[in-house]
């Protein structure tokens, strides 16, 4: 079986949640790994030389600096968005600090809508009433766009906000994801490079199965 790793490389500095020592274990595994980044790459292939002690050379044509995928075939949907100025607040709960939430919310300068997070275990429940468990991604994009401010501990502030928003108004919140490591540019158009690549990746291994097949009946 062969692995491939979107997003290999990524890190927190300090690690701040257990994503990242899983996406390394990942890429250590990975016959292929996708970077949205040169410098994501590089982490990647210093991983490689100290812990499976391969060179360089072995990886030139096994990590890939493909940008990222997060806006690609972007749609908007705006059926959500309300007639009065709102904040988003998109707040995933934190694995190892259980014992009560990083966020409160208390007299809410305006409206407030507040997506659901991941299905991890949720100590916000007790301050947040959720305007919606989950929306699909166009709705959310909608509701980014138009936002007064953008409240998250979410990977989204820094891939997604950004795009439609100015710095001022995402607001990051809590430990999760603080000082992630971001792509420079948000380019557009990763999820192709990444399909061209494992085509090309499948081909070379359906090759040398024939190349095999074939000095097997010579011999």
């Known amino acids: 079986m062969k692995i491939a790793h979107v997003y290999a490389g990524v890190v927190n500095d300090p690690i701040t949640t257990f994503d990242d020592i899983n996406r390394h274990c990942i890429s250590l595994w ?17 991983l490689w030389i100290k812990i499976n002690k391969l060179t360089s050379d072995h990886w030139e044509n096994h990590t890939y600096n493909v940008g990222i995928t997060h806006l690609d075939d972007l749609e908007i949907d705006e059926s959500l968005v309300p007639n009065e100025p709102y904040d988003l607040v998109l707040y995933n709960p934190v694995k190892y600090d259980l014992n009560g939430a990083e966020f409160r919310i208390s007299e809410p300068e305006r409206k407030m809508i507040a997506i659901g997070p991941n299905p991890d275990p949720n100590p916000l429940k007790e301050f947040v009433e959720y305007t919606y468990d989950n ?3 166009p709705q959310f994009f909608g509701l980014l766009k138009n936002c007064e401010r953008f409240i998250t501990n979410s990977s989204a502030a820094y891939y997604e906000a950004p795009y439609f928003l100015k710095p001022e108004q995402i607001i990051l919140i809590g430990n ?4 992630r490591s971001t792509p420079k540019t948000l380019e557009t158009g ?3 490079k990444i399909v061209k690549i494992l085509k090309e990746f499948l081909n070379i291994i359906i090759t040398n ?3 095999k097949k074939n000095d097997k009946r010579q011999n």
């Open 176 to 179: 999760r994801n603080k000082n």
């Open 190 to 192: 990763a999820s192709d």
């Open 209 to 211: 199965k024939e190349v």
């Open 135 to 137: 929306v699909p991604q």
């Open 30 to 46: 990975a016959d292929l790994c996708f970077c949205e980044d040169e410098q994501s790459r590089k982490l990647v292939e210093s």
